[in-house]
C-alpha cells in the first residue's frame, strides 16, 4: 500500500534553515507529482507546492515568495522541501502528497520556529 | 478574498444528512474547475473522500457523495456517525501559464 513518511521537523530559531524530507513506498514515485500542504495550529490546510514527475518542473503558492524550495530524488523514492528565513507564522505540521487530486497523504511533521 | 468559502461549522444528530457548501468566488470562475473534498480528524493526516465534484475513490464510505451547482460544489454526509466527526476542506486547483492549488477555510462537522 501507499506510504508517505515525513520527517525533519523540530523546533528551530526564527532566521534558520530546515529541510524536510518524505519517503514514498508502495507506488510508482518517478511517475507522480508531490506535493506540500501545511496547517498551522488552529488554521485550515494551506497548499504549499508541487514538483510534476519531471524534476524540473514546480509551482509555489504565492506566499512562498523564494524562501521554500521543493525538490525529489527518484532514484531515492524521496520528496524534500527546503525552507530558508523561517518565520514564526511558518508553524505548522507538514504534510507531503501524492497525485493530481492529492490522492495520499503522509502523517506530517511538526516544524516549531521560535522567535 | 479567498478562492474557496466554506461554512466554518456544520452539526447534525447521528442518522441525520448534512451538507457543506464550497463557493468559488466570483473572481475566480473559470480559473478554478475540478472540486476535491478532505477529511481530516484532529492529530491524523488528511485523507481524500471525493474528486472531480462527484468522483469516490476506492474505500470510501457510500454515505458520502458530492455535487455541483453553478459555482458552489457540496459534500454531502448521510447517516452521519459518531465518527463522522472531523475537519472537512474543498480543494481546486487552477491551470495556465502556472498551476496553484487552493483550500476552503475547513468546515468543522459536530456530531450531536
Known amino acids: 500500500q501507499v506510504q508517505l513518511v515525513e520527517s525533519g521537523g523540530g523546533v528551530v530559531q526564527s532566521g534558520r534553515s530546515l529541510r524536510l524530507s518524505c519517503a514514498a513506498a508502495?507506488?510508482?514515485?518517478?511517475?507522480?507529482?508531490m506535493h506540500w500542504v501545511r496547517r498551522a495550529p488552529g488554521k485550515g490546510l494551506e497548499w504549499v507546492a508541487i514538483?510534476?514527475?519531471?524534476?524540473?518542473?514546480?509551482y509555489y503558492a504565492e506566499f512562498v515568495k523564494g524562501r521554500f524550495t521543493i525538490s525529489r530524488d527518484n532514484s531515492k523514492n524521496t520528496l524534500y522541501l527546503d525552507i530558508s528565513s523561517l518565520r514564526p507564522d511558518d508553524t505548522s505540521f507538514y504534510y507531503c502528497?501524492?497525485?493530481?487530486?492529492?490522492?495520499?497523504w503522509g502523517q506530517g511533521t511538526l516544524v516549531t520556529v521560535s522567535s | 478574498q479567498s478562492a474557496l468559502t466554506q461554512p466554518a461549522s456544520v452539526s447534525g444528530s447521528p442518522g441525520q444528512t448534512v451538507t457543506i457548501s464550497c463557493t468559488v468566488a466570483s473572481s475566480y470562475i473559470g480559473h478554478y474547475n475540478l472540486v476535491s473534498w478532505f477529511q481530516q480528524h484532529p492529530g491524523k493526516a488528511p485523507k481524500l473522500l471525493i474528486f472531480?465534484?462527484?468522483s469516490r475513490p476506492s474505500g470510501v464510505s457510500r454515505r458520502f457523495s458530492g455535487s455541483k451547482s453553478d459555482n458552489t460544489a457540496s459534500l454531502t454526509i448521510s447517516g452521519l456517525q459518531a465518527e463522522d466527526e472531523a475537519d472537512y476542506f474543498c480543494?481546486?486547483?487552477?491551470?495556465?501559464?502556472?498551476?496553484?492549488?487552493?483550500f476552503g477555510g475547513g468546515t468543522r462537522v459536530t456530531v450531536l
Open positions: 514538483i510534476l514527475s519531471d524534476e524540473n518542473i514546480t
Open positions: 472531480a465534484f462527484d
Open positions: 502528497s501524492s497525485g493530481t487530486q492529492l490522492d495520499y
Open positions: 508502495g507506488f510508482t514515485f518517478s511517475s507522480s507529482p
Open positions: 480543494s481546486s486547483y487552477a491551470t495556465g501559464p502556472t498551476l496553484n492549488y487552493v
